[in-house]
């Protein structure tokens, strides 16, 4: 690995572009070692497309990048010697069981034959399988597959990991369990390349980049994001009628996400906004069980910024 200043990944205008379409728009930046930096941005925006530019499995348009020192265009072969990655979907053999899945995936990546029991039996350990390791992979639960494929994805001990929508389809506890996985490996100075659409997820992370249609939109810490591009309030709307108080709101230009019961609606910064708000949708015959401002969270961060973009 060629990582300068302890840099791990950095691009300058990467783009990528299948025919007239854009899906990559002039993507810059830069992903220090040992980080978790989160890649967020709904399905469709670019973030995978990204992920396979700079894992050497597609050839940027346009722009410059390094992973690893290695250059995204020129040394794809050297950067997937020092990476691992994981794909959208669970790159698993489903028919073999999940220790020749190890065993298949520990040849593909060269891991050295003294060191290939340590790793099967290290990765089996995190992946809670020890004793169902004969278990075909096909019939294993959503959180297990993820494990072993996240072992696998790091059996040769790569410096920098790319997980591309790891979390997508599991349940909530495997998720947290996953991100437990992710925080011991970053401690340890693996630098991690996360994308996901879940904005709870988001706040896991030491950085975040925001991508919406192929370009990034902001980029900073979770708290940064939450200070510096929020430039409306946050009310949070607790009403019995939420359809009726999301066509009120729609019919006078105003955004909302729907939690439950409860509305998030960001509305200019105004000391009376709560109270006019309220008025507002008790003219429409909409009773209002409660209304405060709240502290933001990424998700209003990002709608609010897909407003103005």
């Given at each position: ?214 370009r990034l939109i902001a980029e900073g ?89």
């Amino acid at each position: 690995m060629r990582t300068e200043d302890a840099i791990a990944v950095k691009i300058d205008g990467l783009t990528k572009k299948f025919g007239d379409f854009v899906a990559v728009d002039s993507i810059s930046l830069t992903v220090r070692k040992g980080e978790v930096f989160g890649f967020l941005g709904p399905n469709g925006a670019g973030k995978s497309t990204t992920i396979k530019m700079l894992c050497g499995l597609l050839t940027p348009t346009e722009g410059t990048g390094s992973v690893g020192g290695y250059d995204v265009r020129n040394e794809a072969e050297e950067i997937k010697k020092h990476i691992g990655y994981m794909s959208q979907r669970f790159s698993l053999y489903e028919t073999l069981t999940a220790e020749e899945n190890i065993d298949f995936f520990s040849g593909i990546y060269g891991v050295p034959s003294d060191k290939k029991s340590e790793r099967k039996d290290w990765a089996l350990r995190m992946a809670g399988l020890e004793d169902r390791k004969n278990a075909l992979t096909g019939t294993l639960p959503g959180g297990f597959k993820q494990r072993v494929a996240l072992g696998c994805a790091i059996l040769h001990e790569p410096p920098i990991i790319f997980l591309d929508e790891p979390t997508s389809g599991v349940d909530p506890v495997s998720r947290r369990s996953f991100w437990d996985l992710i925080y011991r490996m970053s401690a340890e100075g693996v630098t991690v390349f996360v994308t996901t659409h879940y904005m709870d997820e988001a706040d896991y992370c030491d950085r975040l980049a925001l991508i919406y249609r192929g370009r990034l939109i902001a980029e900073g810490t979770p708290q940064q994001l939450k200070e510096e591009y929020m430039v409306k309030d946050v009310l949070e709307i607790e009403v019995d009628d939420v359809v009726g108080a999301m066509e009120t709101l729609e019919r006078r230009g105003i955004e909302s996400v729907v939690f439950g019961s409860l509305l998030h609606v960001a509305v200019e910064k105004d000391p009376q906004g709560p109270a006019k708000l309220k008025e507002m949708l008790e003219q429409d015959g909409i009773p209002v069980n409660g209304i405060e401002q709240i502290p933001p969270s990424l998700e209003d961060v990002f709608v609010t910024l897909i407003e103005v973009s």
